[in-house]
């Protein structure tokens, strides 16, 4: 991406409510803004905007404002994720939805729904096994910007980019753990002291097999990169690591299924 089409594109996610809900059809805020500043997306896919949404991207962009597309959706009241608890059964799929760490909760625990961090995204109820999960309005009339703030979305993108970081975190440290265990059974198979070809070829197999996943461990980490986290200022790092701090003092801990993608085959 050229820097100016990157520098629409700051000014245009500015602009966006942060709720990440891909109703617009992309997979976040910043997609549709990169979209957007490259010609390849309208300024009328964003609900949780509404009408004004569209006026304050319209102007960014300089095109005529556009009725926001109803395949997208429809302009209405804010509302917050609530969890019938008494049919929880703490199966992880809603936090695991949550772009914004909303919910809160362990495996087999029930879950709940921190209110004010709640963006309305609405991401976290269809995978729900039991829908245990209901979207309750919160601004009555209130629509589009009227029913969220400015404050509201920073703080949104601000716990956005935190969870990104933290899922990062996570899966460099479980990839850190898997290869030296990895590590640690190469060690064991080489000190091994095969007395005939046959054991010898077991051996060789052995080895082939670890140092192959070795291998692909490695590729793997290489692929992976941080999203949404590049530039990031010195006010929203800092409410990352507010964020980070509150959770850690509330004591709210992640499920472990969120790093069960990267688990030791052999550990299943």
Same mark, same amino acid.
């Given at each position: 991406?050229?820097? #100016?089409?990157?520098?629409? !594109?700051?000014?245009?996610?500015?602009?966006?409510?942060?709720?990440?809900?891909?109703?617009?059809?992309?997979?976040?805020?910043?997609?549709?803004?990169?979209?957007?500043?490259?010609?390849?997306?309208?300024?009328?896919?964003?609900?949780?905007?509404? !009408?004004?949404?569209?006026?304050?991207?319209?102007?960014?962009?300089?095109?005529?404002?556009?009725?926001?597309?109803?395949?997208?959706?429809?302009?209405?009241?804010?509302?917050?994720? *609530?969890?019938?608890?008494?049919?929880?059964?703490?199966?992880?799929?809603?936090?695991?939805?949550?772009?914004?760490?909303?919910?809160?909760?362990?495996?087999?625990?029930?879950?709940?729904?921190?209110?004010?961090?709640?963006?309305?995204?609405?991401?976290?109820?269809?995978?729900?096994?039991?829908?245990?999960?209901?979207?309750?309005?919160?601004?009555?009339?209130?629509?589009?910007? =009227?029913?969220?703030?400015?404050?509201?979305?920073?703080?949104?993108?601000?716990?956005?980019?935190?969870?990104?970081? /933290?899922?990062? *975190?996570?899966?460099?440290?479980?990839?850190?753990?898997?290869? !030296?265990?990895?590590?640690?059974?190469?060690?064991?198979?080489?000190?091994? #002291?095969?007395?005939?070809?046959?054991?010898?070829? !077991?051996?060789?197999?052995? *080895?082939?097999?670890?140092?192959?996943?070795? &291998?692909?461990?490695?590729?793997?980490?290489?692929?992976?990169?941080?999203?949404?986290?590049?530039?990031?200022?010195?006010?929203?790092?800092?409410?990352?690591?507010?964020? &980070?701090? *509150?959770?850690? /003092? =509330?004591?709210?801990?992640?499920?472990?299924?969120?790093?069960?993608?990267?688990?030791?085959? &052999? &550990?299943?």
């Amino acid at each position: 991406m050229n820097p #100016a089409v990157k520098s629409l !594109a700051d000014r245009i996610e500015a602009l966006l409510p942060q709720t990440q809900c891909t109703k617009c059809g992309f997979n976040g805020c910043r997609p549709y803004a990169e979209a957007m500043a490259s010609g390849e997306a309208p300024c009328n896919r964003c609900p949780p905007g509404g !009408a004004e949404g569209i006026v304050r991207l319209a102007a960014v962009l300089g095109a005529e404002p556009l009725p926001l597309d109803p395949e997208r959706g429809s302009e209405q009241p804010r509302a917050v994720a *609530r969890i019938d608890e008494s049919l929880c059964i703490g199966c992880t799929l809603c936090i695991q939805a949550c772009p914004v760490d909303a919910i809160a909760g362990a495996a087999k625990q029930m879950h709940t729904v921190i209110p004010d961090w709640c963006t309305g995204c609405d991401l976290c109820v269809a995978p729900c096994p039991v829908d245990c999960i209901d979207m309750v309005p919160v601004t009555g009339e209130r629509t589009g910007w =009227a029913a969220w703030s400015q404050a509201q979305a920073d703080a949104a993108h601000a716990r956005f980019l935190a969870r990104n970081a /933290r899922l990062v *975190r996570e899966r460099e440290e479980n990839d850190a753990r898997l290869a !030296a265990k990895a590590a640690a059974k190469l060690a064991a198979v080489q000190a091994e #002291a095969p007395e005939n070809d046959a054991e010898r070829a !077991a051996q060789e197999r052995k *080895r082939a097999i670890i140092q192959a996943a070795i &291998e692909r461990a490695r590729q793997k980490q290489q692929a992976a990169q941080p999203r949404n986290t590049e530039n990031v200022s010195a006010a929203v790092q800092a409410q990352i690591d507010a964020a &980070e701090a *509150r959770r850690a /003092r =509330a004591g709210l801990t992640r499920p472990g299924s969120d790093q069960n993608a990267n688990t030791d085959p &052999e &550990e299943k």
